[in-house]
């Protein structure tokens, strides 16, 4: 008799465990909203889902992961190769030149609004006076290079 108890535990033990390996998931939602998934029907409205399982492919998983990490190996030596940015020395130099340049442009814009007329030298070294045109292209072309220079 304890053998016959115990066979059928077994078997029904391990019906139990076929079911919920097989995917026996249902879905129901409580009077506030919320969705659940549970194993068991929980309400009269539970909605049973077909879901199916397999195994986790394992050497799969490795050569994804294997993959991914050769990937971050390469990346990484390629920025190792990468030429290194600019030095603090050749930063400062750049600072510099950009405020002398700043600062000339600035000085040639004081001389714009200063002058009553602004000229240019011919290649016989004669003044030739600028016209209105000239003069505003002249002064845009400045204050181009203010804001390229100055606004950094």
Not at 22 to 28: D, M, P, T, V
Not at 29 to 56: F, Q, W
Not at 109 to 136: A, C, I, P
Request: glycine fraction near 4%.
């Amino acid at each position: 008799m304890r053998y016959l108890t115990l066979t059928a535990v077994l078997v029904l033990s391990a019906s139990l465990a076929s079911n919920a390996a097989a995917g026996e998931i249902y879905k129901w939602t409580d009077d506030d909203g919320n969705v659940h998934y549970t194993d068991k029907p929980m309400a009269p409205s539970s909605e049973h889902l077909d879901i199916t399982s397999r195994s986790t492919d394992n050497a799969g998983v490795q050569a994804q992961t294997q993959a991914r990490l050769d990937r971050q190996a390469a990346a990484a030596e390629e920025a190792a190769q990468a030429p290194a940015g600019p030095t603090r020395d050749e930063l400062r130099a750049e600072a510099r030149d950009r405020t002398e340049k700043c600062n000339l442009y600035q000085e040639r814009m004081t001389r714009f609004v200063q002058s009553r007329h602004l000229y240019r030298e011919d290649e016989n070294g004669e003044r030739v006076y600028l016209d209105e045109s000239e003069k505003s292209a002249a002064e845009q072309k400045v204050e181009d290079q203010i804001a390229e220079y100055c606004n950094s």
